[in-house]
């Protein structure tokens, strides 16, 4: 069974500062993973996606993430941190191209001035 | 980038009343559809996969009579709430995908206030 743990419920940052959400995943075939924000009382925004092919995966709003293999690892980064990434962020993962996604627990992301 | 709606955005009903919930894809075909379930200051939780034309598969502790969940045509999936109770509020998400479909699509969600 697959599973997605995401460390740190809450991470707050200041402007400027770099970004760094924890997303570690289990899944016993290659796993398809993505990246998602929610702001308040709103859906889900795919952030980016790793399937196949390189390992660093570049998304919007100026996040990217590394797929590490042999960390079974995903974690999101952002060199400077905007007052408007504000936000939950969720890392989820799925085995099959269209299939349902596991999610992880979230992580509130804080940036101050 | 792939829109999906949700209508109605929040609604409020009484206990013991029904309420369906619109899941639609505006410019895309969606083969499949997902139901998920938010409850605050949580993760999203997978009730449903819907496939067009086809009965939904639902997880482990959900009851398939009490959220009926109907994909008839390719844009277009609902859920209804039956005979809803407090417990049932929650934040209703769906989302949807391709045939090819390596991402999923999200709705913007459907607040249920049941009092």
């Known amino acids: 069974a697959q599973s997605v743990t995401q460390l740190g419920s809450h991470v707050s940052v200041s402007e400027g500062a770099l970004v760094l959400l924890r997303c570690n995943y289990s899944?016993?075939?290659?796993?398809?993973l993505f990246w998602y924000v929610q702001y308040p009382n709103q859906g889900l925004q795919l952030l980016l996606k790793y399937t196949t092919g390189a390992t660093l995966v570049k998304g919007i709003n100026g996040f990217e993430a590394e797929f590490k293999k042999s960390e079974t690892s995903f974690h999101l980064t952002k060199p400077s941190a905007h007052m408007s990434d504000a936000a939950e962020y969720f890392c989820a993962v799925s085995d099959q191209p269209g299939t349902a996604l596991i999610f992880g627990k979230g992580t509130t992301l804080s940036v101050s001035s | 980038g792939a829109v999906v709606s949700q209508h109605p955005s929040r609604v409020i009903c009484k206990s013991g009343t029904s309420v369906k919930i619109e899941c639609r894809s505006l410019?895309?075909?969606?083969?499949?559809m997902f139901w998920y379930r938010q409850f605050p200051k949580q993760s999203l939780m997978l009730m449903a996969t819907?496939?067009?034309?086809?009965?939904?598969?639902?997880e482990q502790g959900v009851e398939k009579d009490k959220f009926l969940i109907n994909h008839a045509s390719l844009t277009l999936s609902t859920l209804t709430v039956t005979s809803a109770h407090p417990e049932d509020s929650s934040f209703y998400i769906c989302s949807a995908s391709t045939r090819k479909g390596e991402t999923q699509y999200f709705g913007p969600g459907t607040r249920l206030l049941v009092l």
């Open positions: 899944s016993s075939v290659p796993p398809y």
């Open positions: 819907s496939n067009e034309g086809s009965k939904a598969t639902y």
């Open positions: 410019d895309f075909q969606a083969t499949t």
